[in-house]
Structure formats: structure tokens, C-alpha cells
């Protein structure tokens, strides 16, 4: 969401825009590394387009995704920090035919993160005292603000955040090997206050996500100039 890249468009703040397939791309440069920052809009469709540009038509090779998440596991709170270190999609189900939920054939329930960019987040937020907690990331196109909901996606799961991109985003990187990095703040917890909560706590959540992500960028940069 727009929320979503305000805060780094405005730590950027010099960069090109480039209009295409219905969405803008802000490209800017720091340290000789060249980046292109997109929001995508809501849900799976939307967000795997536009990690397919970012990757197809910018020539991205790695993906950082930062945002905002509900959250499933009760220990995580609204302005927690988590990383992701796997993701599935919770809505995807072709059990009629005696599948696993989350599961097509040719695919896999869970999308493994990179574990390099996994070290790397932990890294950064434990020099610089942030507390960024592992989270198994349950994707779907549904904001999700009820409590069955909630138990459905944690017991077939064990999904400990759920929100409307990651699980896609993984999918196109995976298939395209790109690494890829989620950060996500916690904004709701996926409860019937969720769409209150949200609407209050997305651009502070948001902001918290992506200062984060700065910090982590700058560590990934300072690494691939040794
Ligand atoms: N992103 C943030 N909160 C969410 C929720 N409750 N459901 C889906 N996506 C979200």
C-alpha cells in the first residue's frame, strides 16, 4: 500500500518514476546500488505482478518486502517486527481432490525464505537493540478479522502472522531464483478490532517496518562492496 513505501520514498527522496502495467516504479540509487522501490496494491495477483516487473523489466536481483502483517501468535503485539522465515498461502485449497490445504501439485505448502537474508535482518535489529522475532507467514487474499479464520490458518499452518502479499511474492522469487527478505510490523491481530486497528495502526507499524529494512539494506550494500 502506499503507506507502505511512503516512508522509503521519503528517505530516498531523489528518484525516477516509471509508469507500468497500471503501477509506479521509483527508481533511485545509493552506494552505486541501483533500487527500485513499487508498492503493488492489495493481495496475491497484484503482488506477484509486480515482483515479476520489478525482476523481468528492472533486472531486481533480490527482493526486500516491508509492510505490515496481523498477527496470529498471541506473544506478538501491535508494533512488533517480525522476519519471515517461511510462507505459505492460506486460502489456496484443492483438498476436494485430497490435498493438504495450501498444497497444488508441482508446488509446495511452504516457501523456505533465504536464510542468509534471515541472519542478516537478525543481525542488524540485535546491533541495534530491536527485538525481531521469526514468523511462518500465512498469505491470502482475504483481510482477515475473525477468530475461526484465525484458528483455521494457525492449526493448518502454524502460521504466526497472516497478511495479502508474502506468500506470492515468495512463489515468483522461488520459481525466478531471487533471494528474497519480509519484514513485517505488526498492525491488527486478525480479530473482529482488525479493520479498526489496521486503519489506525498502518502507517506507524508501516514506518516501523521500513526503518528497519533501511538499516538492513545498508548492512546488505557494506556486505556486497567487500
Ligand atoms: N495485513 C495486516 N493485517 C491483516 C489482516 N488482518 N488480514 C490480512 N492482511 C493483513
Given at each position: 500500500m502506499p503507506e507502505e513505501i511512503d516512508p522509503l520514498l521519503k528517505y530516498f527522496d531523489n528518484y525516477k518514476t516509471t509508469k507500468y502495467g497500471s503501477n509506479s516504479y521509483y527508481e533511485t540509487s545509493y552506494n552505486n546500488t541501483d533500487i527500485?522501490?513499487?508498492?503493488?496494491?492489495?493481495g496475491k495477483v497484484f503482488s506477484a505482478l509486480t515482483t515479476t516487473i520489478l525482476i523481468e523489466k528492472f533486472r531486481c536481483n533480490m527482493v526486500l518486502f516491508s509492510g505490515v502483517a496481523g498477527a496470529i501468535d498471541q506473544n506478538l503485539k501491535i508494533g512488533d517486527i517480525v522476519v519471515a522465515t517461511k510462507t505459505a498461502q492460506h486460502d489456496l485449497d484443492i483438498t476436494a481432490f485430497g490435498h493438504d490445504v495450501g498444497f497444488v501439485p508441482e508446488g509446495a505448502k511452504f516457501i523456505d525464505m533465504n536464510q542468509k537474508l534471515v541472519n542478516i535482518a537478525i543481525g542488524?535489529?540485535?546491533?541495534?537493540?530491536?527485538?525481531?522475532?521469526?514468523?511462518?507467514?500465512?498469505?491470502?487474499?482475504?483481510?482477515?478479522?475473525?477468530?475461526?479464520?484465525?484458528?483455521?490458518?494457525?492449526?493448518?499452518?502454524?502460521?504466526?502472522?497472516?497478511e495479502m502479499e508474502g506468500g506470492s511474492v515468495a512463489v515468483v522469487c522461488d520459481s525466478l531464483d531471487i533471494p528474497l527478505l519480509i519484514?513485517?510490523?505488526?498492525?491488527?491481530?486478525?480479530?473482529?478490532?482488525?479493520?479498526?486497528?489496521?486503519?489506525?495502526?498502518?502507517?506507524?507499524?508501516?514506518?516501523?517496518?521500513?526503518?528497519?529494512?533501511?538499516?538492513?539494506?545498508?548492512?546488505?550494500i557494506s556486505l556486497s562492496k567487500i
Open positions: 527500485v522501490i513499487a508498492y503493488s496494491k492489495i542488524v535489529a540485535k546491533s541495534n537493540n530491536i527485538l525481531l522475532q521469526k514468523a511462518v507467514v500465512a498469505t491470502g487474499d482475504q483481510f482477515v478479522a475473525d477468530e475461526d479464520r484465525k484458528l483455521f490458518i494457525e492449526k493448518n499452518f502454524q502460521a504466526d502472522i497472516l519484514i513485517r510490523s505488526i498492525s491488527d491481530t486478525a480479530n473482529m478490532d482488525a479493520g479498526f486497528d489496521f486503519d489506525k495502526f498502518l502507517e506507524a507499524s508501516a514506518k516501523i517496518s521500513a526503518k528497519l529494512m533501511i538499516q538492513i539494506l545498508h548492512k546488505i
